[in-house]
């Protein structure tokens, strides 16, 4: 497994060139003796549609749970436990020397123990002694073994020798049994790893000890039981900034409005909201206890002036117009909390601004207006049309700090422009 990487600051860390594409990798999914081993299907599924080669290297366990034909069908590749198949290609030494990204899915207490230990008596403990690329831990267990001071141990020394072991959900396990342990979706696994294709760096412990309020999704105002005003926001990004600053360690709370059917992030407590109203209030009640808010909603400006109690109807009863009343700036209203001493002097508050260009400027000459306006610290900008930013898995933008710094975002998945919006925070947190 490689060292861990130093995190960049803002200066170097948000002007790096990214890698050119993710093309074609190199993937070892290894498969643990779980009841979660299921998941790892859509995992690989994943990561073959991706256009990647994918070898699948189970325990000897993990063949109670799921047979070699349905790993061989879904990854297109012969599946092997032991070190002693298919001697000549050495595979014990080349699948991991070769790989770009090595992924265990689930990884028992056991496997992780071993792995720790530096056992190489399988044909998965001996490419984990030889991989050199990023390698991320996805575990999977009952609470009380997660707890297990052990376990505990066994994570911090992967963490340490550079392996990224991701915070496991909250949820149903086997039996009747519910507590921390439960494997994250796949989804989500194969989009933490996938990052690291982008960038190998992008999931350091560095918010370790820290609290992150984050809010995403659209809001909607009802105007009767059926119609509503609202946005195209699929929460995407805010949930992309929840999800990398619990995996580096910050205790993340998000207040999420309506998202494009998004899945709770593992490990991140998540307060559901519908209206603008309804995000005021709970960023207020939260903001308080956190050392950043991260305001990624879009927040309807306006909502109807009256709501009504049943469908209004075409015809006589239509109304000609509709008025509006404008919600209160959310945003602004957090830095002001923070200049009366509702909040901690030493919060960050960080905006987002979705910008079009017009006739009397660019996107920039807004969002540089908007900074100067809402008194934030930092503004995450995005040009928003067809395509872009709303609705779609991509992002790019510019960043602009109060100190007056400004940083293109390159282009590239939601989680990297996530990732580095986080390495500004942790710059400011450092730099306070």
């Given at each position: 497994?490689?060292?861990?990487?130093?995190?960049?600051?803002?200066?170097?860390?948000?002007?790096?060139?990214?890698?050119?594409?993710?093309?074609?990798?190199?993937?070892?999914?290894?498969?643990?003796?779980?009841?979660?081993?299921?998941?790892?299907?859509?995992?690989?599924?994943?990561?073959?549609?991706?256009?990647?080669?994918?070898?699948?290297?189970?325990?000897?366990?993990?063949?109670?749970?799921?047979?070699?034909?349905?790993?061989?069908?879904?990854?297109?590749?012969?599946?092997?436990?032991?070190?002693?198949?298919?001697?000549?290609?050495?595979?014990?030494?080349?699948?991991?020397?070769?790989?770009?990204?090595?992924?265990?899915?689930?990884?028992?207490?056991d496997?992780?123990?071993?792995?720790?230990?530096?056992?190489?008596?399988?044909?998965?403990?001996?490419?984990?002694?030889?991989?050199?690329?990023p390698?991320?831990?996805?575990?999977?267990?009952?609470?009380?073994?997660?707890?297990?001071?052990?376990?505990?141990?066994?994570?911090?020394?992967?963490?340490?020798?550079?392996?990224?072991?991701?915070?496991?959900?909250?949820?149903?396990?086997?039996?009747?049994?519910?507590?921390?342990?439960?494997?994250?979706?796949?989804?989500?696994?194969?989009?933490?790893?996938?990052?690291?294709?982008?960038?190998?760096?992008?999931?350091?412990?560095?918010?370790?000890?820290r609290?992150?309020?984050?809010?995403?999704?659209?809001?909607?105002?009802?105007?009767?039981?059926?119609?509503?005003?609202?946005?195209?926001?699929?929460?995407?990004?805010?949930?992309?900034?929840?999800r990398?600053?619990?995996q580096?360690?910050?205790?993340?709370t998000?207040?999420?409005?309506?998202?494009?059917?998004?899945?709770?992030?593992?490990?991140?407590?998540?307060?559901?909201?519908?209206?603008?109203?309804?995000?005021?209030?709970?960023?207020?009640?939260?903001?308080?206890?956190f050392?950043?808010?991260?305001?990624a909603?879009?927040?309807?400006?306006?909502?109807?002036?009256?709501?009504?109690?049943?469908?209004?109807?075409?015809?006589?009863?239509?109304?000609?117009?509709?008025?509006?009343t404008?919600?209160?700036?959310?945003?602004?209203?957090?830095?002001?909390?923070?200049?009366?001493?509702e909040?901690?002097?030493?919060?960050?508050?960080?905006?987002?601004?979705?910008?079009t260009?017009?006739?009397?400027?660019?996107?920039?000459?807004?969002?540089?207006?908007?900074?100067?306006?809402?008194?934030?610290?930092?503004?995450?900008?995005?040009?928003?049309?067809?395509g872009?930013?709303?609705?779609?898995?991509?992002?790019?933008?510019?960043?602009?700090?109060?100190?007056?710094?400004e940083?293109?975002?390159?282009?590239?998945?939601?989680?990297?422009?996530?990732?580095?919006?986080?390495?500004?925070?942790?710059?400011?947190?450092?730099?306070?």
């Amino acid at each position: 497994m490689p060292d861990k990487a130093a995190s960049p600051g803002l200066a170097t860390g948000l002007s790096e060139s990214a890698p050119s594409a993710v093309a074609r990798k190199r993937i070892v999914v290894g498969v643990g003796g779980g009841i979660a081993a299921y998941k790892s299907c859509a995992i690989i599924r994943a990561f073959t549609e991706g256009g990647h080669h994918v070898r699948v290297i189970p325990t000897e366990s993990a063949l109670e749970f799921v047979g070699r034909a349905t790993f061989e069908a879904l990854s297109g590749n012969p599946v092997h436990t032991g070190v002693f198949a298919d001697v000549p290609q050495v595979p014990h030494v080349r699948l991991g020397q070769e790989a770009d990204l090595v992924v265990i899915a689930p990884a028992t207490a056991d496997l992780m123990a071993r792995a720790v230990a530096g056992r190489a008596d399988d044909l998965l403990t001996a490419t984990l002694l030889t991989a050199r690329c990023p390698v991320v831990f996805a575990p999977a267990m009952h609470t009380e073994m997660w707890e297990h001071p052990a376990t505990v141990s066994n994570v911090a020394t992967l963490r340490l020798r550079g392996a990224t072991v991701i915070e496991p959900a909250s949820g149903r396990l086997t039996g009747k049994d519910t507590g921390a342990g439960r494997l994250p979706e796949p989804d989500e696994i194969v989009g933490l790893a996938s990052l690291l294709l982008e960038r190998p760096d992008a999931l350091p412990r560095d918010l370790e000890g820290r609290r992150i309020l984050v809010s995403a999704g659209g809001t909607r105002e009802p105007l009767d039981p059926v119609r509503f005003l609202g946005n195209r926001s699929s929460g995407k990004q805010g949930y992309a900034i929840a999800r990398l600053a619990v995996q580096r360690g910050a205790d993340v709370t998000l207040v999420s409005g309506y998202t494009a059917g998004l899945a709770d992030p593992a490990a991140v407590d998540v307060v559901h909201v519908r209206t603008a109203e309804d995000m005021r209030a709970a960023v207020a009640k939260h903001a308080p206890e956190f050392d950043a808010v991260v305001m990624a909603a879009a927040v309807a400006d306006f909502r109807p002036s009256t709501t009504v109690a049943s469908k209004i109807k075409k015809g006589a009863g239509e109304p000609d117009s509709i008025a509006l009343t404008k919600n209160e700036d959310i945003l602004a209203g957090l830095v002001q909390s923070r200049a009366e001493g509702e909040i901690p002097s030493d919060t960050v508050i960080v905006g987002f601004a979705a910008e079009t260009g017009d006739a009397d400027g660019d996107v920039l000459t807004y969002a540089r207006a908007k900074l100067a306006r809402k008194g934030c610290d930092l503004l995450v900008v995005n040009a928003v049309g067809e395509g872009k930013a709303f609705e779609v898995d991509h992002n790019d933008g510019w960043l602009l700090g109060a100190d007056g710094s400004e940083s293109a975002l390159e282009h590239g998945s939601k989680a990297l422009m996530a990732s580095r919006v986080l390495d500004a925070v942790e710059h400011l947190f450092r730099a306070g």
